[in-house]
Nanobody
């Protein structure tokens, strides 16, 4: 069955970097669009970055553009989110999502990112 497992979150100082990983199983990321979302306490879940099924098109929410990079490794069946120049407002639980599928697609369990000022 489809499964998404995120890792790589943690506590980092402002200005630091983290790389999140989303290991997929039950399908191939090489032929699927993939998303990273985040949700901060008391806020709605927001789309942070996307990569198209071809891998040639990416999207970033304006607040992370130039600091975050979404990528994938087809051989490892993994999607990454490289996060640089982190700010306290990036603190959130980050989720990986495959948007295609029943009932709005598939979600991972999330990984917590905390940026200390």
């Amino acid at each position: 069955q489809v499964q998404l497992v995120e890792s790589g979150g943690g506590l980092v100082q402002s200005g630091g970097s983290l790389r999140l990983s989303c290991v997929a199983s039950g399908f191939s990321v090489s032929v699927n669009a993939m998303n990273w979302y985040r949700q901060a306490p008391g806020k709605e879940r927001e789309l942070v970055a996307s990569i198209s099924s071809s891998g040639s098109i990416t999207y970033y929410t304006p607040s992370v553009k130039g600091r975050f990079t979404i990528s994938r490794d087809n051989a490892e069946n993994t999607v990454y989110l490289q996060m640089n120049s982190l700010k306290p407002e990036d603190t959130a639980t980050y989720y990986c999502r495959r948007p295609s599928g029943p009932r709005g697609g598939y979600w991972g369990q999330g990984t917590q990112v905390t940026v200390a000022s």
